[in-house]
């Protein structure tokens, strides 16, 4: 297919998404600070903690009002102890038993939270195999078995993980999330296969295996990511045996998208071919998420270009954020920052996280400054992007570098295993749940354009204007030890308006006709909206 015609089925497809997104009348939230601050329905109640009635989310408007909650399913809740076998749960590279079932049944605190999509862990059959590998300083240096509990070494692509469930489960959890609003995203991976995998061994695959040991910083296409056996992916049968392993699971099941793994490590013709067959095969709107390690707005081009994705991870984004929360360079800077994250090509996604699978803990990063971190989230809630929430991020689960960082996840009370009894910050919690609202509530923090309007020290101020609704609101970050205060012009509009802090309604602002005095406590956030008087 020419691009030409790929990237107007393109357009065609943003179009359809977009169509009513003026149309959305969305309600003020005034003089209830964060914490009155609600987007979903549902009461709490019993073990679960919520009561017989699903929690239904309001649906997302498109993809740039999303909010993508990341689960590794193994470390998330055990639905089926049918399906434990060699689970090790003291082991942190063991099976610790969450499945399917088991997120099936806890999708309320998911959508209670406010999320709008699930990115789960890929689902193939993993080999039965565990290299012996090196534990790290928070695992007292101790050696341990790996296993493929976080699906990333196939054995069989065409076969479900029997750990995690079968099919009928994973069509069953698409069902049950589409019901309370929530999208779903699976995971799949193209590049490679697990280690000794019926792919190195079984004739019927004779040549589907690069041999050749190649450095990844010397050709990223055909090297061994991590020495794993790496698919030979510009053959015809190759791509079509993968090509319809992945796509025709998403035909049977009904999911909404898929998280790409390793995307610069296959080439861009298969991207393309991939994209066609989405959308031809399960939907014009189906969601692509990648993976290019290293991506930002100017890396992730390359892929946005001839419309390969829909979206890249922004890894720029929590490092940065962890360094000028931390005191490290100017506040200038850190805006000159946020601002160049806009340069994303129109149509497409940053997809900007705080923790990952792959990298260390963001709280752990932060010395475990609670506080810090709470800065983090708000700049993460109130910036251009699709946030990503790493399972348990949002109660201070624990962990910091790998293999750490895959803890399970904290239910505190609640008996569901593997992370029953594991304590939970109840109100970092509260405190995503009200920016999530917050959010979702005003379309300018999600597409809204960006304008810093102070950045004296430790005080940084800027503006989010919806381009479609015309709605602006203004963020004020204190990253200082100190209260910190700016006077900023007031939003055209905002003269005949009184001016409400979302964050915290008891304070408002001073203004007159044509300014405001915003002040700040240290390593603190306020949100500013207007209201009619």
Known sequence: MQNNTRMERARNARSRR???????????LLGLGLAGCAGSTGQPGGDAGYGAAPVVI?????????I???VILDRFADGDSGNNANVQRRNPGGYHGGDLKGLTSQLDEIADLGATAIWITPVPLQVDFAPIVPGMPETNGQFFEHWGFHGYWAEDFTR??????????????????????IKVLLDVVYNHAGYGSQYETDPRFSGWIRKK????????????????PDFDTGRDDVRKYLLDANIGLAERTGLDGFRLD???????DFWQLHRDQTRTRVSEDFFLLGEVWGGDARVLDEWFENDEMDSGFDFSFSGSCQSWVKGRGRTIAYASYLSKRHRVRDGYHLAHYLSSHDETMALHLLENDIDRFRVCVALQMTTLGIPVIYYGEEVARGGGAWPTNRKDMPWG??????????????????????????RRSHPALSRGDYEALSTDGDLLVFRRTDPIGGGTVIVAVNRGSEAATATVDLPAGWQDEVVISEVNSSAQPATDANRMEISVPPVQVRIFVAAKR
Not at 166 to 180: F, G, I, N, P, S
Not at 262 to 268: G, L, P, S, Y
Not at 419 to 429: I, K, N, Q
Request: include cysteine.
């Open 18 to 28: 977009n169509k009513h997104a003026g149309r959305w009348v969305l309600p003020a």
């Open 58 to 66: 309001t649906p997302q408007r498109d993809w740039s009002d999303a």
């Open 68 to 70: 993508i909650y990341f």
């Open 160 to 181: 479900m993980e029997p750990h995690f469930g079968t099919e009928a489960d994973l069509a069953a959890l698409v069902a049950a999330a589409h019901q309370r609003g």
């Open 213 to 228: 040991p190649v450095d990844c910083a010397a050709d990223p296409l055909t090297c061994q990511v991590g020495g794993l």
């Open 262 to 268: 390793t995307v610069k490590h296959v080439e861009h």
């Open 413 to 438: 009370s609640r008996n569901i295993k593997p992370g029953a009894g594991v304590a939970r910050d109840e109100s970092l919690r509260g405190y995503y749940k009200n920016l999530i609202a917050l």
